[in-house]
């Protein structure tokens, strides 16, 4: 069976817009997950995924009322991987090696903060950061989400380019596929 997740970082919102209920009904249709890599800043952004299992960590923006719901790190199962969910800021510019030295258990790592999406593969490690939905940043105005697909035998990360978003105009910028073994990538 798979499963797919949608994973936004960056929304940097007050409240749930247009443009987010937008990203759940038409880019994350059939989705069942939504992943939030933080800077939420406020709960009610996450109003938008109201028909979605939510998962959240809280980033360097977010108000007291996040960061009162949602750690900084989580720690999650997902369809046998162990994967951590961090917003990122703090770990610096060797942020792989770090993750990798502190969370050797963890195979995969979905973080934001960036605002720049990637796809990177170490060894048996995929880190993932789905970009900034947000267009806060003058050097970096691109807008982007992540997917991931899983099943039980190999997992597809995408990196989808929402562009102006109400406009439908949407691109598969990044693809990456990986096997599966036993919770690993291979």
């Known amino acids: 069976m798979e499963l797919i997740f949608g994973v936004v970082s960056d929304t940097h919102l007050d409240e749930a817009d247009e443009e987010l209920y937008f990203l759940n009904n038409v880019v994350f249709k059939d989705v069942s ?19 979605k299992k939510i998962y959240a960590v809280s980033g360097n923006m977010d108000g007291i009322d996040v960061r009162k719901k949602f750690p900084f790190i ?8 162990n994967t951590l969910l961090l917003h990122s800021d703090g770990y610096g510019s060797d942020l792989f090696n770090s ?13 934001g903060h960036t605002h720049k999406p990637l796809i990177n593969k170490i060894g048996k490690y995929v880190f993932f950061n789905p970009g900034s939905f947000s267009r806060n940043r003058v050097n970096n105005p691109v807008r982007s989400v992540g997917l991931i697909y899983l099943d039980d035998e190999k997992a597809a990360f995408q990196i989808v380019d929402i562009g102006e978003i109400s406009y439908k105009n ?6 990456f596929n990986v096997r599966r073994s036993k919770g690993n990538f291979i």
């Open 99 to 111: 993750l990798i030295k502190e969370f050797s258990d963890f195979n995969l790592f979905l973080y």
């Open 170 to 175: 949407f691109k598969i910028k990044e693809v």
């Open 33 to 51: 997950t939504v992943i939030h890599l933080g800077d939420i800043v406020k709960l009610g952004v996450l109003d938008a995924f109201f028909d």
């Open 74 to 81: 989580e720690k999650i199962n997902i369809s046998g991987i």
